[in-house]
C-alpha cells in the first residue's frame, strides 16, 4: 500500500470513529434525559451556545444555561422517561468537523399525576467537534404525537 492508501484508510478509519463519537454521545444525551432530565449530564453533551428547540409545546432554549435550566424545570413535569434513539442518519460535513443527523424517537413517560404517555417523533440535532471530542449544538424536535397509554397513539391525540 502506497501513502495515499494509507491517507485514505486513516479518512475513512477516521469517518468510522466520529461517528461512533456521535451514537456514544446521543446515547449519553438518552441517559441525561432518562435519569429525571438531569441538567448537570445536560450540561456536559451541549456547547455553550447551544439550540434545543422542543416547539410550540416544549419551547426553545438557547444557550447551556438556559438548556441545563429547562431540563431542571421539565422534570417536575415528566416523573418518568424512556427514551429510545433509533434508525440515525449521520451525515458529516467534508472536513469532519461538523456533523447533522436524524434520529427515530419512541418514548415511554409518565406525566405529573402519574398519566402514562406515549411520544413519538423525529429529533434533527447538529454537532461540532472541538478539540477531538463531539458537542450537540443544536437539536429540534419534531413531535409526531403524544398520546395517553390508555388510548394508544390512534385514538386519542394530545399534541398534534
Not at 30 to 50: L, Q, R, S, V, W
Not at 131 to 140: L, V, Y
Request: net charge negative; hydrophobic share 40%; with cysteine.
Amino acid at each position: 500500500m502506497g501513502d495515499h492508501d494509507y491517507a485514505l484508510l486513516e479518512r475513512r478509519i477516521q469517518k468510522i470513529e466520529d461517528i461512533q463519537a456521535i451514537k456514544d454521545l446521543k446515547a449519553r444525551y438518552a441517559n441525561a434525559c432518562d435519569d429525571f432530565y438531569n441538567p448537570e449530564k445536560m450540561g456536559e453533551i451541549f456547547t455553550e451556545d447551544a439550540v434545543w428547540d422542543g416547539g410550540e409545546n416544549f419551547g426553545r432554549y438557547e444557550g447551556r444555561a438556559a438548556i441545563k435550566q429547562f431540563f431542571a424545570d421539565v422534570s417536575k413535569d415528566i416523573e418518568f422517561a424512556m427514551h429510545y434513539f433509533v434508525q440515525p442518519r449521520i451525515e458529516l460535513s467534508e472536513d469532519g468537523a461538523t456533523a447533522e443527523a436524524v434520529w427515530y424517537l419512541w418514548q415511554a413517560s409518565t406525566l405529573k399525576g402519574n398519566k402514562a404517555v406515549w411520544l413519538s417523533g423525529f429529533e434533527y440535532d447538529k454537532y461540532r467537534k472541538d478539540d477531538g471530542r463531539w458537542w450537540k449544538t443544536e437539536m429540534k424536535l419534531e413531535i409526531l404525537f403524544l398520546t395517553p397509554y390508555e388510548e394508544g397513539w390512534h385514538k386519542v391525540k394530545i399534541i398534534k
